[in-house]
């Protein structure tokens, strides 16, 4: 065997594969299910008082990885988009990176708690750097849980802030959730996400990987030629 080719079979069998590591739990808003904190969402204004809604959530990450779940408090029937921004603050009128579309069937459930699997969009976070979900109503009537500084007596939410939009009326800021409590305080829906870390090379593995293929390269041309 040629050794420049020896050595490429070599650099390349030793070079890194991902490994498939367990999602954890990253941020957390309080997630207590209580009848005088739910904010509907409806998909068209005809069909609530509220009218047609988009919730979007600013997260800060805490471990760097791709974002693979998403858990809300969700009551509802009918379908809805979840999209993710990389950056940015409430709220974003820019086109997403990514977006999907989900459907719930079952209205009223004893734990209205829905795990949304993101792990097909491939979106990576950056652990103390801010990314945003946005939560659009497409059909039917959906209710999404949210808690403000009246009901816990803190901000349920420090690592960032909510906002609304409501046909052309726009909140950055959401402050006021039907709950108890006076005055208008700040608000974030209940919330989890789910990060499966990542390991990238270090550069040095890069290289000797890129050596690889290019002795691969190099030795298939001269078998080429000869």
Same mark, same amino acid.
């Given at each position: 065997?040629?050794?420049?080719?020896?050595?490429?079979?070599?650099?390349? #069998?030793?070079?890194?594969?991902?490994?498939?590591?367990?999602?954890?739990?990253?941020?957390?808003?309080?997630?207590?299910?209580?009848?005088?904190?739910?904010?509907?969402?409806?998909?068209?204004?005809?069909?609530?008082?509220?009218?047609?809604?988009?919730?979007?959530?600013?997260?800060?990450?805490?471990?760097?990885?791709?974002?693979?779940? #998403?858990?809300?408090?969700?009551?509802?029937?009918?379908?809805?988009?979840?999209? #993710?921004?990389?950056?940015?603050?409430?709220?974003?009128?820019?086109?997403?990176?990514?977006?999907?579309?989900?459907? &719930?069937?079952?209205?009223?459930?004893?734990?209205?708690?829905?795990?949304?699997?993101?792990?097909?969009?491939?979106?990576?976070?950056?652990?103390?750097?801010?990314?945003?979900?946005?939560?659009?109503?497409?059909?039917?009537?959906?209710?999404?849980?949210?808690?403000?500084?009246?009901?816990?007596?803190?901000?349920?939410?420090?690592?960032?802030?909510?906002? #609304?939009?409501?046909?052309?009326? &726009?909140?950055?800021?959401?402050?006021?959730?039907?709950?108890?409590?006076?005055?208008?305080?700040?608000?974030?829906?209940?919330?989890?996400?789910?990060?499966?870390?990542?390991?990238?090379?270090?550069?040095?593995?890069?290289?000797?990987?890129?050596?690889?293929?290019?002795?691969?390269?190099?030795?298939?041309?001269?078998?080429?030629?000869?």
């Amino acid at each position: 065997m040629n050794p420049l080719r020896k050595l490429a079979v070599v650099v390349v #069998l030793l070079s890194p594969m991902a490994a498939n590591a367990i999602p954890i739990l990253d941020q957390s808003s309080v997630i207590d299910i209580n009848w005088a904190s739910t904010s509907f969402c409806t998909a068209t204004v005809e069909s609530s008082a509220f009218g047609a809604c988009e919730w979007q959530q600013q997260v800060t990450a805490g471990v760097t990885g791709q974002l693979v779940g #998403l858990e809300l408090a969700l009551w509802g029937i009918g379908e809805f988009d979840i999209s #993710l921004f990389s950056s940015g603050t409430t709220f974003n009128t820019s086109t997403a990176d990514v977006s999907t579309t989900f459907s &719930i069937s079952s209205y009223w459930t004893t734990e209205p708690v829905a795990y949304l699997n993101l792990s097909d969009l491939g979106f990576f976070v950056t652990a103390g750097e801010s990314f945003l979900f946005e939560f659009t109503a497409l059909s039917g009537q959906l209710a999404l849980n949210g808690h403000s500084e009246s009901y816990l007596g803190y901000d349920p939410y420090a690592g960032g802030t909510l906002g #609304l939009r409501r046909g052309t009326t &726009i909140w950055t800021d959401y402050y006021s959730f039907k709950d108890s409590g006076s005055g208008l305080t700040r608000s974030d829906l209940e919330f989890q996400t789910f990060v499966d870390p990542t390991t990238l090379p270090e550069p040095g593995t890069l290289a000797l990987f890129a050596i690889g293929l290019a002795g691969m390269g190099l030795a298939r041309r001269r078998r080429q030629s000869s």
